[in-house]
């Protein structure tokens, strides 16, 4: 059993590993409740870590926050590259060779169906009606282009939208159209205009039944999709707004609905609710309901150009990719931007990548549950099932089990992407239990592990124990631990950092992944 010994694996994160400089960092149910700390201690100016416990290489600060973690292939890249052409390519997926990937993809044939084809595939029973079968598998494949495609900025961007443009995955009317969302909707337009995207979720199947538009009527409109496009969506709740206004958008709005028999979009112009309409500096004679539709739209359009939706993004991508708590500068400027090219996004994701705060935001953000796992796949080389799809469900139900599963927040806001939602002691210990399951091949065992995840690692043997510690902390985290918690994980280990390192000692076998699971328990890996 890796974990017998006198001084356990939780015992050395709540003791001398969990020092009160890293303890700080965790999140505050488990520094309350697990390690104890002096909390005054070893915190960095407004909450910034230490300049010690997060790699401040320019390379490695882009593709924590731009990928999904760091590995040494995508290391490779960059630096050959250089930052500016990396991200030039990142911004033009179709541009990458994901062939590979693609092939994984296809182990997922009905994923390509669209709501037709899904009901088709219903007469001829390979499909499930009303069941979640293609939605669980669309978090499985999100999860897997998360770890291996080589579109890394366009998985970022994908989870970005789907927060901002919530429908929750799974939810019981996306049985057949959920799917199509994800596609013709959210990485369609990931790096084109929002205003577009914004239209294309409108006259979504999924967004109209998930925000209850489709049974919006002009006799009794309903208000749920008026009042998040305007709170959520685009222009925010400081906007100034009114409930008159709220009223007014259901109204405009009736008439885009789904067709019940085939599942698709269609607008009726029969429930469409005439009349002048005037809503935050729009106004429409909205005179016929035969004009409902483009009336619709161009509302969708003006709050797509919002100066408060350009603000409300920016401030947003600003949270994604900066700081909890954004420079208001910098968002003043992304927003301008937003503007001036009329709602694409690439121009504002290149002003924000190559501004100074982005830069001086090294240690600023921590990884969500589903990008920490992320990340501890991509860091320990593991790949996908050689066949077959088991390995990649187990990983999703590995995530869903921290409370992070991809799309899968309930409310309309989508996933917060602030590190305080994110404290608490259970979701501390399921990291944990992930980094531990994945580096020990415990679970899931049917994806892609390294033949030797040692020699993967550390392909040298170092002299000493804690030169091992050190190895693997360059390794995995692009920076060495400080002395006294490589001292500590040696503790563990019943060594001293100088104590020599044999190739017969339990360090390099059967311990080893415990030792590399508590480099990635550390605060140290929280990071991103």
Known sequence: MIFESGLGRRGLLAGAAATAAGAALLPSGASAAVVRPAPARGIGVAGRPPADMVSADPYLHVLRRCTYGPTPAAVAEIRALGVS??????LAPASIDDSAFDAVLGRYPQLKLDVTGVRAAVDAGTVEQYGWELM?????????????????????M???WSNQLNVTNPF????????????????????????DMLKA???????????????????HPNENYARELMELHTVGVDAGYTE????AAARLLTGLTVNWETGLYRYDASEHATGRVSILGFTHANATAAGGRAAAMAFLDHLALHPATARQIAYKLCVRFVADAPPPALVDRLAAVYLKNSSAIAPVLRALFTSAEFRNSVGAKVRRPMQDVIATVRALGIGPDPSGTKGIEGLYWMVAGTGDAPMGWH??????????????AAG??????AHISLAAEWWPTELGHQANLRTYLVPKLPATHGGLVDALAVRLLGIKLRPGHTAAITEFLGKKPASALRSTDPAVHWRFPAVVSLVLDSPYFSFR
């Open 428 to 433: 501390t210990l399921s990291r944990w239990n």
């Open 172 to 195: 019981d009317g996306g049985w057949d159209n959920r799917h199509v969302y994800d596609r013709e909707v959210i990485r369609k337009h990931a790096f084109g205009r929002f205003a």
């Open 411 to 424: 409310p309309p806001n989508g996933y917060p992407d602030v590190a305080p939602a994110w404290a608490s």
């Open 85 to 90: 052409s990396w991200l030039e390519k990142q």
């Open 201 to 219: 979720s409108a006259v979504s199947p999924a967004m109209l039944a998930y925000l209850d538009n489709q049974s919006s009527t002009k006799d």
């Open 244 to 247: 008159d206004d709220v009223q």
């Open 136 to 156: 669980y598998q669309l978090g499985q494949t999100t999860l897997a282009r998360a770890a291996w495609s080589r579109r890394q900025l366009l998985e970022v």
């Open 158 to 160: 994908v989870d970005f």
